[in-house]
């Protein structure tokens, strides 16, 4: 990884730090897309396809993507019977898989030696961030944490960041956050924040059009880019 130009005003030193989880602690969209792919056969009678999943799945809760790929709203019964049945299949394939990005840790180490607070901002429900936090040996390093069942209105709406920052007590325009797929983009950038993305998930390209300022593959020599 290389220094930064300095003409995109970096090094930087955030007030604060907002974290997308999946795809960003940990590289576990292959087991989301599977978890997908079959639930969605099951259940709603699609076969998604590699498009289906790169446009309209990674991004976002379950309901509002049902919707993206069925052009309906799902009633409450349905909302509830996939998400129990995609969620409990994505942890099976998941367990015992789970590393997190490199770099990442060092990353938090720095953050926390310099008084740089940090949150998690997630459309993962309870249930996953704790199968999440215990994969990854992180307990509860996440003390401020916006779930995807804390908010009306998911990514790409800016919500899910507005809140992020605000339970840091800081405006988000003064916060970085880290995403990787292409609806979080938006939502942070959305919310005001300067977004570096991963390019763990999605195209550099196409996170970098949606309005991340870099797309990095992960966290090593993260330090040296923070002022």
Not at 162 to 185: F, I, K, T, Y
Not at 209 to 215: N, Q, R
């Amino acid at each position: 990884m290389s220094a930064l130009p300095r003409s995109q005003g970096w090094p930087w030193r955030p007030a604060g730090v907002l974290f997308d989880m999946d795809g960003v602690l940990t590289a576990n969209n292959a087991f989301h897309r599977q978890a997908w792919q079959e639930v969605a056969a099951e259940l709603l009678n699609l076969n998604l396809s590699e498009h289906d999943l790169d446009t309209k799945v990674d991004g976002g809760r379950n309901p509002e993507i049902i919707e993206r790929l069925t052009g309906r709203v799902p009633d409450e019964t349905l909302a509830r019977t996939f998400h129990d049945a995609k969620e409990g299949r994505y942890r099976a394939l998941a367990q015992g898989a789970l590393r997190e990005v490199a770099g990442l840790s060092g990353y938090l180490d720095v953050l926390d030696s310099r008084g740089i607070p940090f949150a998690l901002v997630t459309s993962a429900d309870a249930v996953n961030v704790a199968f999440g936090m215990e994969a990854l040996g992180f307990g509860d390093r996440f003390r401020q944490r916006v779930l995807g069942e804390d908010v009306t209105r998911g990514k790409p709406h800016p919500e899910p960041f507005l809140m992020g920052a605000a339970r840091l007590g800081l405006d988000p325009a003064d916060c970085l956050a880290h995403e990787d797929a292409v609806n979080g983009v938006l939502s942070a950038a959305g919310a005001g924040c300067r977004v570096v993305a991963l390019s763990t998930t999605a195209r550099a390209e196409a996170l970098l059009s949606a309005g991340a300022e870099l797309a990095v593959p992960d966290f090593r020599r993260w330090d040296t880019w923070l002022a």
